[in-house]
């Protein structure tokens, strides 16, 4: 698949054809913000593979492909489909900060022999490099995690060559906690048990309130 996305230039002042189109702009350090409108369908299929830790071309009409990110994706609140598009041009020899997903992978003695959970803390990170460097995804082995005690953190992180990450190198990205004791798991249950005669809903405590009302209007004639 061509990791290039064609555009073409947009008046500002024009709704983009949601069937078809979605609006968008492109900026850089130091570039004008520009209106364009790309072919949804051809979006979509490009975003699943880049998503927004990718580097892809962007191609406004005749003129020549540019280096671009998916920076900021507006969505439709009822049916999630994208209506605007932030495009950021990368320039090759500057250094950026992207935020890029982390992939678990491997197997846990932890999990798999002594019964834990896996607890993902963290989900993505954020990284430096120049462009050329950025990577699509950090894979995170935790195969490493074989006892209760042990933790990956960003810091033991295994990054590609010439990126680091921003994060705060001694925070937990996963580990793995013990099973509840059997004094863990009743305490747990009990807490979770609820007195249902106890609990009135909103419209059974008007009607009471009504009814209350009604009696003492009564007895006050």
């Given at each position: 698949?061509?990791?290039?996305l064609?555009?073409?230039?947009?008046?500002?002042?024009?709704?983009?054809?949601?069937?078809?189109?979605?609006?968008?702009?492109?900026?850089?350090?130091?570039?004008?913000?520009?209106?364009?409108?790309?072919?949804?369908?051809?979006?979509?299929?490009?975003?699943?593979?880049?998503?927004?830790?990718?580097?892809?071309?962007?191609?406004?009409?005749?003129?020549?492909?540019?280096?671009?990110?998916?920076?900021?994706?507006?969505?439709?609140?009822?049916?999630?489909?994208?209506?605007?598009?932030?495009?950021?041009?990368?320039?090759?020899?500057?250094?950026?900060?992207?935020?890029?997903?982390?992939?678990?992978?491997?197997?846990?003695?932890?999990?798999?022999?002594?019964?834990?959970?896996?607890?993902?803390?963290?989900?993505?990170?954020?990284?430096?490099?120049?462009?050329?460097?950025?990577?699509?995804e950090?894979?995170?082995d935790?195969?490493?995690?074989?006892?209760?005690?042990?933790?990956?953190?960003?810091?033991?992180?295994?990054?590609?060559?010439?990126?680091?990450?921003?994060?705060?190198?001694?925070?937990?990205?996963?580990?793995?906690?013990?099973?509840?004791?059997?004094?863990?798991?009743?305490?747990?249950?009990?807490?979770?048990?609820?007195?249902?005669?106890?609990?009135?809903?909103?419209?059974?405590?008007?009607?009471?309130?009504?009814?209350?009302?009604?009696?003492?209007?009564?007895?006050?004639?």
């Amino acid at each position: 698949m061509s990791m290039n996305l064609s555009a073409v230039l947009r008046d500002p002042k024009v709704k983009a054809d949601r069937q078809t189109q979605i609006a968008a702009v492109v900026y850089g350090h130091g570039l004008p913000s520009r209106s364009l409108t790309v072919v949804r369908g051809e979006f979509a299929r490009l975003y699943r593979q880049v998503g927004q830790s990718s580097l892809f071309d962007l191609t406004v009409g005749g003129e020549s492909p540019v280096k671009v990110l998916v920076h900021d994706i507006q969505v439709d609140p009822v049916n999630m489909d994208p209506i605007h598009i932030d495009f950021r041009q990368i320039r090759m020899d500057e250094a950026i900060k992207v935020t890029v997903p982390l992939v678990f992978t491997g197997e846990s003695l932890a999990v798999k022999g002594l019964g834990g959970t896996l607890v993902k803390s963290l989900d993505q990170i954020e990284v430096e490099c120049l462009p050329g460097n950025l990577p699509h995804e950090i894979v995170v082995d935790i195969g490493v995690l074989a006892t209760f005690d042990d933790s990956i953190t960003v810091g033991s992180l295994k990054m590609p060559e010439g990126v680091k990450a921003t994060n705060d190198p001694h925070a937990t990205v996963a580990s793995v906690e013990p099973p509840l004791t059997e004094d863990q798991l009743k305490k747990l249950e009990a807490e979770e048990k609820v007195d249902v005669t106890a609990i009135k809903t909103e419209a059974e405590e008007k009607k009471e309130k009504e009814a209350t009302e009604k009696v003492a209007e009564e007895e006050a004639k």
